[in-house]
């Protein structure tokens, strides 16, 4: 199993099916607030595709036998000049096939973004997941990560 940076050689379309899962399970997490509505392959290779060459995003891959079993996307974003922290890591998404998991793949794939924070002169960085991804939590939990803020939601009507 390798974990490298994803490169324009690779077919995008590999990351469409793997994508698609990360956002069905997701899905779940709260039925109602994260419904995918539809997801066009062109939106997922679009997106995937602004992570190759540019310097303050990144996506990495875990290949197993020429076979894409796992992504991570990064960025890095500029907050505004009040806050004390001028530059954060973001992670925007992490995904490892489910027959794949409990491997360790995903500890790897948050250490090549980690690695690529500090090389960027990052300190810190920040991921977003539902209150209800328990095993999700558990994890990032397990690699350091604590919480930072709550975002609530209300409905009208």
């Not at 997701?26 to 109602?32: D, K, V």
């Not at 036998?65 to 974003?77: D, K, M, P, R, T």
């Not at 690529?116 to 350091?144: A, D, H, P």
Request: charged share 30%; with cysteine; glycine share 10%.
């Amino acid at each position: 199993m390798e974990i490298r940076e994803l490169k324009k050689e690779d077919d995008l379309k590999a990351l469409v099916q793997l994508s698609s899962d990360f956002f069905y399970e997701y899905e779940t997490n709260h039925p109602y607030f994260f419904k995918i509505d539809k997801i066009e392959e062109a939106d997922i290779i679009g997106y995937f595709d602004r992570f190759i060459g540019n310097d303050d995003r990144k996506a990495f891959v875990a290949v197993e036998g020429g076979v894409l079993i796992g992504y991570i996307a990064v960025l890095i974003q500029e907050q505004a000049g009040y806050w004390m922290v001028k530059k954060v890591g973001h992670i925007s998404g992490l995904m490892v096939r489910q027959e794949h998991r409990r491997k360790g793949i995903g500890r790897k794939l948050l250490q090549s973004a980690v690695g690529y924070f500090k090389e960027k002169g990052i300190k810190q960085y920040t991921l977003f997941t539902s209150v209800n991804n328990k095993s999700g939590i558990e994890f990032y939990q397990k690699c350091g990560l604590g919480k930072l803020y709550t975002t609530l939601m209300g409905e009208v009507g």
